[in-house]
T-cell receptor, first 120, second 110 residues
Framework: GAVVSQHPSRVICKSGTSVKIECRSLDFQATTMFWYRQFPKQSLMLMATSNEGSKATYEQGVEKDKFLINHASLTLSTLTVTSAHPEDSSFYIC????????????????FGPGTRLLVL | EDQVTQSPEALRLQEGESSSLNCSYTVSGLRGLFWYRQDPGKGPEFLFTLYSAGEEKEKERLKATLTKKESFLHITAPKPEDSATYLCAVRGGGYNKLIFGAGTRLAVHP
């Protein structure tokens, strides 16, 4: 159980175009989803947190108008990179958690396989 | 400020040579410590969640332990397929997100 999928696994696009990445929780309902960015040989950098049906919360320094996040259902979140430029080339990973935080402890986040974006 | 530090940064082992990875943390009100494995070009794969000091969990050749200040990931008789980056993360203080360490790159050679 606890499988998270991402599509596409890799995408190459021209500078100035927009790219949409889908993240799905396949066997559970994800009340909260997270989007990360990872540069080579570095750890994960959280970009934003989204709860189903509400606006995403972006981390400091992440442009909300450039990285549009939609969490329209309990199994689907999308990240759209608008007007992509070469500096947006990176490995984007989504993550999903299956229930809200409880007082007794934190639920586990499960990660998708990642999407490699290359902007030419 | 909540913080996670992993050591060593990189570790090279011979097949069968047991060792431990360290994750030291500073967090206000720990609400979970998580270990993940990440292979190159892939997303992190969940390994363990630990909630309180003294807790231990095992899976095949891996065993995770937790104290009030640190966690260890013990690898017993590792095989080349255990080669990966191992990430430690904590959640605390009622906030939503995980705080990740920089990871330990493990290479196991035959």
């Amino acid at each position: 159980g606890a499988v998270v999928s991402q599509h596409p696994s890799r995408v190459i696009c021209k500078s100035g175009t927009s790219v949409k990445i889908e993240c799905r929780s396949l066997d559970f309902q994800a009340t909260t989803m997270f989007w990360y960015r990872q540069f080579p040989k570095q750890s994960l950098m959280l970009m934003a947190t989204s709860n189903e049906g509400s606006k995403a919360t972006y981390e400091q320094g992440v442009e909300k108008d450039k990285f549009l996040i939609n969490h329209a259902s309990l199994t689907l979140s999308t990240l759209t990179v608008t007007s992509a430029h070469p500096e947006d080339s990176s490995f984007y990973i989504c993550s999903a958690r299956d229930s809200p935080l409880r007082l007794a402890g934190g639920e586990t986040q499960y990660f998708g396989p990642g999407t490699r974006l290359l902007v030419l | 400020e909540d913080q996670v530090t992993q050591s060593p940064e990189a570790l090279r082992l011979q097949e069968g040579e047991s060792s431990s990875l360290n994750c030291s943390y500073t967090v206000s009100g720990l609400r979970g410590l998580f270990w993940y494995r990440q292979d190159p070009g892939k997303g992190p794969e969940f390994l363990f969640t630990l909630y309180s000091a003294g807790e231990e969990k095992e899976k095949e050749r891996l065993k995770a332990t937790l104290t009030k200040k640190e966690s260890f990931l013990h690898i017993t008789a590792p095989k080349p397929e255990d080669s990966a980056t191992y990430l430690c993360a904590v959640r605390g203080g009622g906030y939503n997100k995980l705080i990740f360490g920089a990871g330990t790159r493990l290479a196991v050679h035959p």
